[in-house]
């Protein structure tokens, strides 16, 4: 059975600073990332990471503020969030690929909220 299993996230003011991460069991991923959620809004992408070469991926929303990383012998994926704004309070999906963007597996969710 394929698990990602997501831990960090939680309660911090705007400004500050959050700590993501995610690991694969089960399987291995081409690819390994994160998507949030926010109320009302639709899932978006946040950024990605391939295993193998560690190539990463933003949206423009945070670029600049996320780093994405990667271990690719843990099968984990770990997402440094900076300057934290309260536009990106939102539940954190981590999600899991193959070569294809399409996503095959998603962890849990994690909150994440910013307060102004």
């Known amino acids: 059975q394929v698990q990602l299993v997501e831990s960090g996230g939680g309660l911090v003011q705007e400004g500050g600073s959050l700590g993501l991460s995610c690991a694969a069991a089960?399987?291995?991923?081409?690819?390994m990332g994160w998507f949030r959620q926010a109320p009302g809004k639709e899932r978006e992408f946040v950024a990605d990471i391939t295993l193998n070469n560690g190539f990463p991926d933003y949206a423009d929303s945070v670029k600049g503020r996320f780093t994405i990383s990667r271990d690719r012998d843990k099968r984990t994926v770990y997402l440094q969030m900076n300057s934290l704004k309260p536009e990106d309070t939102a539940i954190y999906y981590c999600a899991g690929r193959g070569i294809a963007p399409q996503i095959e597996s998603w962890g849990q969710g994690t909150q994440v909220t910013v307060s102004s």
């Open positions: 089960g399987r291995a991923f081409y690819a």
